[in-house]
């Protein structure tokens, strides 16, 4: 099992920038990608970025591409989503997720709100 929890939501206006945290613990030792979904009101869970653990780039989603960046710290297991020129539709619950030997973890989500 690996555990996850968010953190670094809040209430930003368009243009600014908030950097969300995931960090995992538990079974960790298993990782294999960690990344980040969101979910806005009405709408499905989309796929914003995600990160192989044993490195390379990350892959991103267009929306999103150029504006936000994930990284990570494999000593606190850690990963990151820097998000900067961020736009009312950006507004979301964040979700972090991780691919531990086969199975699909999420976290409880953080909430990023973009005002006009």
């Known amino acids: 099992q690996v555990q996850l929890v968010e953190s670094g939501g809040g209430l930003v206006q368009a243009g600014g920038s908030l950097r969300l945290s995931c960090a995992a613990s538990?079974?960790?030792?298993?990782?294999?990608?960690m990344g980040w979904f969101r979910q806005a009101p009405g709408k499905e869970r989309e796929f914003v970025g995600r990160?192989?653990?044993?490195?390379?780039?990350?892959a991103y989603a267009d929306s999103v591409k150029g504006r936000f960046t994930i990284s990570r710290d494999n000593a606190k297991n850690t990963v990151y989503l820097q998000m900067n020129s961020l736009k009312p539709e950006d507004t979301a619950i964040y979700y972090c997720a991780a691919r531990a030997a086969g199975s699909s973890y999420w976290g409880q989500g953080t909430q990023v709100t973009v005002s006009s």
């Open positions: 538990g079974r960790t030792f298993n990782l294999y990608s």
């Open positions: 990160m192989y653990w044993s490195g390379g780039s990350a």
